[in-house]
């Protein structure tokens, strides 16, 4: 069965520095979203992602978060700078269509800033 | 925007005992009301989902119930087995905007 695919599983860096967090989502999907849940808190949309543009974002996702499609396969969130409250698991998802329901998502990313 | 919210935060029950998960949405244009399963340190992965024209939907052990005019649905598992353990979290979404808004989740432990 298909699935969506992070890398890295685990990153811990230091504040202020800058991360990339990359997925591939299901190859024929369409619809690309990340979403983040900050330990023991509720899963919290930051983005969504179609036909190469931005679609909606939250207010979370300010100008130090980006994210890009550099090819046909990955899909990356960019952190320019980041802080200690950035700390927490990002998921990314996919969805195949727009009158597809299911948001499939990938085992997520546990980012820890120090 | 729309607001979600879930209630109880943590269950336990007995295995072989039902259990329930309430939340209420804000928005009355939300028209997907999707629940979805995460087992400690997995993904998210969606087990059951209504449509707004739909009061009721059924999959073996695991029910959702929605009230348009209360805003509010609830998942229904019976018959709890250990695996039922999990974080369960609701979402609504409407069909103006792509993105789900997550409850904040019921930790439940089936005691077996």
């Known amino acids: 069965e298909p699935e969506v695919t992070q890398t890295p599983s685990h990153q811990v860096t230091q504040m202020g520095q800058e991360v990339i967090l990359r997925c591939v989502p299901i190859?024929?999907?369409?619809?690309f979203y990340w979403y983040r849940q900050i330990l023991g808190q509720k899963v919290e949309f930051l983005v969504s992602?179609?036909?190469?543009?931005?679609?909606?974002k939250s207010e979370i996702f300010d100008d130090q978060f980006s994210v890009e499609r550099p090819d046909g396969s990955n899909f990356t969130l960019k952190i320019r700078s980041t802080k200690l409250e950035d700390s927490a698991m990002y998921f990314c998802?996919?969805?195949?269509?727009?009158?597809?329901?299911?948001?499939?998502f990938g085992e997520g990313s546990r980012l820890t800033v120090l | 925007g729309e607001n979600v919210e879930q209630h109880p935060s943590t269950l336990s029950v007995q295995e072989g005992d039902s259990a329930v998960i309430k939340c209420t949405y804000s928005?009355?244009?939300?028209?997907?009301f999707p629940w979805y399963k995460q087992e400690l340190g997995k993904r998210p992965q969606l087990i059951i989902d209504?449509?707004?024209?739909?009061g009721e939907k059924k999959d073996q052990r695991i029910a959702v119930t929605l009230n348009k005019t209360a805003k509010h649905f609830s998942l229904h598992i019976t018959e709890t087995q250990p695996e039922d353990s999990a974080v369960y979290f609701c979402?609504?979404?409407?069909?103006?905007?792509?993105?789900?808004?997550f409850g904040s989740g019921t930790r439940l432990q089936v005691q077996p």
């Open positions: 190859s024929n999907h369409l619809y």
């Open positions: 979402a609504a979404k409407d069909t103006g905007r792509r993105a789900l808004t």
């Open positions: 209504i449509r707004s024209n739909v």
């Open positions: 928005d009355s244009a939300s028209n997907y």
């Open positions: 998802a996919s969805k195949a269509g727009p009158s597809q329901r299911e948001l499939f």
């Open positions: 992602f179609y036909n190469n543009e931005i679609s909606e």
